[in-house]
């Protein structure tokens, strides 16, 4: 009985006042209806699980393994204060982006339409350009070079830079096959190198100290270089994916937002500790760290670990992971791009092709050159939308409070 679910107990205890027989309960256990209940209990944890993971994988691009380390380095002491500024806008904020897509029940329209009809076309422009050739998958094509450099340190970035925007063009036509291998490959594997770095390089250092006066510098270094993950604009259009797979995976809403929650918490905690683990990283080797690239930062600190051996694991993992993301960017802006602004009059060739060039051209400004152009946008424009999302999930519970309380 210990070993059972509360749940589970109540029918089982009911059984055992109105029998009194031990054998009559053993019965009951092997009764079909208590199997169906195991069997319930089961798939709900498996789904749990795999969404949460989902949600992991999600948020958790090229531009994750760089600023978290980088927020470290440059902490001076305060790398927990650090730590829990690049917390919030890394994690709470694009949860609250997937609690609002949730609300919404994944209809971008009805979510961007609150800043007027027009936004519906215009915001999710800027957003899927900020995210495609423009900003984050030509830092993903910089972020891959960074990693490949630990195997093959003569290659040029324009040359590296055409060669992925061949890979990704050819991959992005057969995205649905590759980006489903890619990734349930991709997670374990991380998260196994992640942790084989984090546990060596913390093992035998010693950390730093932390400064007994609070420098708010830290916290704030902190916040904005969690607006550079970008996650709260991936949330907005990853999440429907993820909603989808719910609404189909369960048979009650009440389910649905149980399994939700769950989920979130457990993909939110995950990112939490690796990001801690890598401001941690960031801190402790902040003096060898010093003049290196921000997007081989955790190469150097994987070479001084573990040794050289871990170089060409490290490497093919952060290209992988990079990969991955990119295919998943390009088709996105692709898409829009054929869809929205070419309206259907070219084929999705055109379209990737007009995607790449751009990123190409974009990536040659490399790592440094690109954050010089989107910090000051995000600076500005995060916080706004930011706003836009605690708005939208206050509208929603003004707008149907008995609704959304019978829902959460």
Not at 157 to 176: A, D, E, G, M, R
Not at 181 to 194: A, D, K, Q
Not at 296 to 320: D, F
Not at 399 to 404: A, E, F, G, N
Request: net charge positive.
């Amino acid at each position: 009985m210990q070993n059972i679910p509360n749940h589970f107990k109540t029918p089982i205890l009911q059984v055992i006042e109105e029998s009194g027989s031990g054998h009559d309960v053993l019965a009951f256990s092997k009764s079909k209806n208590l199997n169906c209940e195991i069997d319930k209990y089961m798939k709900n944890k498996t789904l749990i699980l795999s969404t949460g993971l989902a949600m992991f994988s999600m948020f958790f691009g090229s531009g994750n393994l760089v600023f978290p380390v980088l927020v470290g380095k440059i902490s001076e002491g305060h790398y927990l204060l650090a730590a829990i500024g690049f917390l919030l806008t890394g994690v709470l904020v694009p949860f609250l982006g997937v609690l609002a897509m949730f609300l919404f029940e994944g209809d971008q329209k009805s979510f961007f339409s609150r800043l007027g009809k027009s936004a519906t076309f215009w915001f999710p422009l800027f957003a899927l350009s900020l995210m495609g050739p423009f900003g984050v998958l030509a830092r993903c094509i910089t972020v891959a070079h960074g990693a490949f450099k630990m195997v093959a340190p003569n290659l040029t970035l324009w040359l590296f830079s055409v060669i992925s925007c061949s890979v990704i063009f050819i991959l992005t036509l057969y995205k649905n096959k590759i980006v489903s291998i890619l990734g349930s490959f991709l997670t374990p594997v991380l998260l196994i190198s992640l942790t084989a770095i984090t546990y060596y390089g913390l093992k035998g250092a010693s950390l730093p100290t932390t400064a007994a006066i609070i420098e708010w510098n830290s916290f704030k270094q902190g916040l904005l270089q969690g607006y550079q993950t970008m996650d709260l604009l991936a949330s907005f259009f990853f999440s429907t994916f993820i909603i989808k797979h719910l609404q189909e995976s369960q048979t009650g809403l009440k389910q649905s937002i149980a399994v939700f929650m769950k989920s979130s918490l457990l993909g939110a905690s995950l990112l939490s500790v690796i990001y801690v683990a890598l401001v941690i990283l960031g801190a402790i080797y902040a003096p060898q760290l010093a003049g290196v690239p921000s997007q081989e930062m955790l190469n150097r600190i994987a070479i001084l670990s573990l040794g050289s051996w871990a170089a060409p694991i490290l490497s093919t993992t952060v290209i992988l992971a990079c990969l991955t993301t990119a295919i998943v960017l390009t088709s996105l802006f692709a898409d829009f791009t054929r869809k929205e602004i070419l309206k259907g009059q070219y084929g999705e060739s055109t379209s990737l092709a007009i995607t790449l060039i751009i990123a190409f051209f974009v990536s040659t400004l490399e790592f440094s050159g690109i954050m010089l152009v989107l910090s000051p946008i995000l600076e500005y424009t995060y916080p706004a939308l930011i706003l836009l999302t605690v708005i939208n999930i206050f509208h929603k519970w003004a707008d149907h409070p008995q609704s959304l309380n019978r829902k959460l």
